[in-house]
């Protein structure tokens, strides 16, 4: 038997248990975990030190080293993540709905634990415990992969939650890492249907394509984000500005900050110069299409590829558009279906957009900055769906639960 | 191009428009469907013949040709199945949530489309008509693939239904058949995933199995059940006789008739014996282990395979066992995750039943002979989902959609 397929009997194992272990047990073991957490910060540090050293002989790049790097803060956020969830109301048990039939059968639909939750991801470390935490309140068993770069401080934190947890009472096999980090043993993870029920992506697109292609284990697929923004005809030309700067740089590294700009042509000779002042003030370089191009002297030509480009950088893809129409079928045509928003003071427009828009969010007359699990007040968020089966948008804790149907009787039969 | 990529393009296209039409002109292209139906039985019933002379001549099996063969009957509640779906509610645009945050933003929770659904399934014709009518009720455009044996009644059904949608305003390519029935037509399909959202299998533990293996398309596993019945120690016999009788011989043939008796040994002695006599009165060949043999003479041993195995058949594998919690493991270790039945009088046995068996639908002293949409009073049911993504348990017209967040503001940014 691989080592592999070990983990995941084991997860599955602890699974059965952890799904009838009371809320009140889980947030005494989170309370637990984060305790280890500050109390070893110094050894998490020097686990980290490791990580960083090599990362630095082999060229890691400077973005890269600083998504590794832990400190005494970044460990102290993680433990106050721990708290919070065992703050956080527990989802399992929740009866979604419920009902008597005519011959008296009564049934109920209760919210349970997936089972055993997979989680493949990148360089950052704090997804170790951030996952570990949110699989645990939610009842689940949780096998995590992470990435070479950070093996020794995924190894050290997962050891030091597992063991908090398991010492106040959690079965043992709940939080589990693969000690390996080769390109097989990963292949391996998602083909492991027979234990592992959801596998969750989460890092950079050629990842997420990675396991989406590769796995038989039901994905969520996350992350992705080529979010656009329209100024409608109709737009508050100030609010727009204010919009659109905000969505492209208030944090351009991230999956729901704008890469696309759509202006509709009626006002796109007033607002493209003034946006594009205070845009390239702030360091954003412009790709225009060939409207763009006429109003905006020196702008680089978008090409059919920048379309679809999520540059996660200070770069913004511009196209004047004639229509609403022609605006939401760019959007439905490159977009990512992650998150849009429109400017307009038109209603009609906003229903047209928001009901011919086909994204997890979309917006009227905001920043698509607020996707975002604890923006929308979900708590935390163990990743945005961005496909349509299971969960959409920002997933919270109840994205990481099924339910069964409860049926109680008095010996009915089917006649 | 390939047909199949054609296909998809077209659905595509077709999805967006459809998930904006209003669920009037849906009822009415229903409607519309169900008179086409009815209105060309005959040449319904002469491609059927087609399929059914092919079928003979190749052979097919009696129970193969009774699901392939249509008659004006059959016909007749293909109608009546899209009359019933006219009058359902529609899911699309119900708002399952909502609310203000701090900041003025309005956030809601609303019921859309899925997208594109493939329909994958074997034999039965009457599929055509029942996927297709619940995908257009739902908003989603529909791709059938059927089986070559029944190629002639799909391409006639779906011609009809198709063209009397179109007739009634919807736009066109909302249902598509998959002109060709080889394998390779069908991995592609599979493989869909820019345009195709989910994949629903109908059949076989075979061609399930083959989806869930070749598919990168979303899929929801339906339908293979290996069901239990758990006889506790302090069950009320009779009730308990009724319940295995019926979840047995009533249709032996369907997912939630039962395959494995599981019996406590405090009440085996006593029980085997009368439900042993009047399940072989019935035609059911039982199969037993050790314990079973001493009680009942000349019960056939179970091997390991058959508590694996979903009979579909008037067979019966029986086990006795030490105790509750060995009837959970049991359970849980052979199942299918899709229906399971404990029979009993003890409130604790009945609360740690349902709690610990990780399956789909658990009921406490009723058959597992009532999961199903219908019998549920969720109205027509596209299947019975067996994973835990996504939907759980019989699936109506709710589980063929997704939702999306609309969020309304009046200029807010992320600070």
Chains 1, 2 share one sequence.
């Not at 009997?9 to 009371?22: D, H, N, S």
């Not at 890691?60 to 970044?74: I, P, Q």
């Not at 065992?86 to 209760?110: H, M």
């Not at 492209?248 to 946006?275: D, Y």
Request: with cysteine.
């Amino acid at each position: 038997m691989s080592v592999i397929e070990e983990l995941g009997i084991r997860a599955g194992e602890a699974a059965r248990e952890l799904a009838v272990v009371t809320a009140e047990a889980k947030n005494n073991a989170l309370e637990e975990m984060a305790r280890a957490l500050t109390s070893r910060v110094d050894e998490i540090l020097g686990a980290n030190e490791e990580d960083r050293k090599a990362g630095i002989e082999n060229g890691m790049s400077d973005a890269l080293l600083d998504r590794l790097t832990l400190s005494e803060k970044r460990v102290g956020e993680m433990a106050q993540g721990l708290r919070e969830l065992a703050a956080a109301s527990d989802p399992v048990g929740e009866v979604v709905e419920g009902w008597r039939l005519a011959n008296g059968l009564e049934i109920k639909k209760v919210r349970v634990p997936l089972g055993v939750v997979g989680i493949i991801y990148e360089a950052r470390p704090n997804v170790t415990v951030d996952a570990a935490g949110l699989c645990v309140k939610s009842g689940n068993a949780v096998i995590l992969r992470g990435s070479s770069s950070a093996i020794n401080s995924n190894r050290f934190l997962s050891e030091v939650i597992a063991h908090a947890g398991e010492s106040a009472g959690l079965p043992g096999g709940c939080i589990q890492l693969v000690p390996l980090t080769d390109r097989e043993s990963a292949k391996e993870l998602m083909r492991l249907r027979k234990y592992v029920d959801v596998l969750i992506p989460r890092g950079g697109a050629g990842l997420i394509r990675t396991v989406v292609e590769e796995s038989t284990v039901p994905v969520i697929e996350t992350g992705v984000g080529n979010c656009h923004t329209f100024v409608d005809a109709s737009a508050d030309l100030d609010m727009a500005e204010r919009i659109v700067v905000n969505a492209k740089t208030h944090r351009p590294g991230v999956c729901n900050a704008m890469e696309t700009m759509l202006v509709h042509e009626a006002v796109a000779a007033e607002f493209l110069p003034r946006v594009a002042q205070e845009l390239t003030q702030l360091g954003v370089e412009l790709r225009g299409c060939e409207r763009t191009q006429e109003i905006l002297q020196g702008v680089k030509a978008a090409t059919e590829d920048d379309w679809y480009e999520e540059y996660l950088d200070l770069i913004l893809a511009v196209r004047v558009v004639p229509s609403l129409q022609e605006a939401i079928r760019h959007i439905n045509t490159y977009g990512s279906q992650h998150s849009e928003a429109i400017v307009t003071s038109d209603l009609d427009a906003a229903r047209r957009f928001t009901a011919g828009v086909d994204s997890a969010d979309v917006y009227v007359n905001a920043s698509t900055r607020f996707t975002d699990g604890g923006q929308f007040g979900l708590g935390a968020e163990i990743g945005i769906s961005t496909q349509k089966l299971h969960a959409r948008g920002p997933m919270g804790l109840r994205e990481l639960t099924s339910t069964k149907f409860i049926i109680y009787g008095d010996g009915q039969v089917r006649s």
